[in-house]
């Protein structure tokens, strides 16, 4: 059972436009919450985070938004460049407990010039 | 900053062989992952040590999967004997603890 679910595999945006990914997640326990992006043949790299207390982070271009009630969280990209074209990936751990990161399947963006 | 550290980057094997992979983390970190990612989905934790003992191996295919971590640092993942469903990235991570996660390029294994 997927705890941490990406329900789009890919998207396309224009360059210049906002790019919006989707995570939903299962496990109210879940505290923390992480975007990684990953280019190919490389590791995942870490994005930007946000903990359950707050409902927005925001680091320059990124910005994800938290919504507990839904179990729904979103990272926007704006404005989207084509060095963004990757795979986003979606991760929860529950702090509290051991804290290691359940991740979503992926979305793989692609952003055209 | 170094990285964390992993080899071999790619390794081609027969099935029922044995293959090892090693991962030094970044300095300080005494929180080591290996993951798996098989393709299309996202990365699976198959075991977590903090320094040197075992946090979490539920996910870690006994029979045939072992990991080490002596001394707390470098840590080596075993698969013997291999199985063709063991084709994908293995991911090392590091981290302090209950914090975010470096990772590693990855091994990407080929079971024949």
């Known amino acids: 059972d997927q705890q941490v679910k990406q329900n789009s595999p890919s998207l396309s945006v224009q360059e210049g436009r906002i790019s919006i990914l989707n995570c939903d997640y299962t496990?109210?326990?879940?505290?923390?919450f992480l975007w990684y992006k990953k280019y190919p043949a490389e590791g995942p790299t870490f994005l930007i985070s946000?903990?359950?207390?707050?409902d927005k982070n925001e680091d320059g271009r990124f910005t994800v938004f938290l919504n507990k009630s839904a179990k729904h969280l979103s990272l926007h990209i704006v404005p989207s460049q084509p060095g963004d074209s990757a795979v986003y990936f979606c991760?929860?751990?529950?702090?509290?407990?051991?804290?290691?990161?359940?991740f979503g399947k992926g979305t793989k963006l692609s952003v055209k010039p | 900053e170094a990285g964390v550290a992993q080899s071999p980057r790619y390794k081609i094997i027969e099935k029922r062989q044995s293959v090892a992979f090693w991962c030094n983390p970044i300095?300080?970190?005494?929180?080591l992952y290996w993951y798996q990612q098989i393709l299309g989905q996202g990365p699976k934790l198959l075991i977590q040590?903090?320094?040197?003992?075992?946090?979490?191996d539920s996910q870690l295919p006994k029979d045939r999967f072992s990991a080490e971590r002596l001394k707390g640092v470098d840590s080596t993942l075993k698969i013997q004997p291999a199985k063709l469903e063991d084709s994908a990235v293995y991911l090392c991570?590091?981290?302090?603890?209950?914090?975010?996660?470096?990772f590693g390029s990855g091994t990407q294994l080929s079971v024949l």
């Open positions: 991760a929860a751990s529950a702090r509290r407990s051991q804290g290691n990161l359940i």
């Open positions: 496990n109210s326990m879940f505290d923390y």
């Open positions: 300095s300080g970190h005494a929180t």
């Open positions: 040590f903090q320094n040197n003992g075992v946090v979490d």
């Open positions: 991570a590091s981290s302090f603890p209950h914090e975010k996660l470096f």
């Open positions: 946000i903990s359950s207390i707050k």
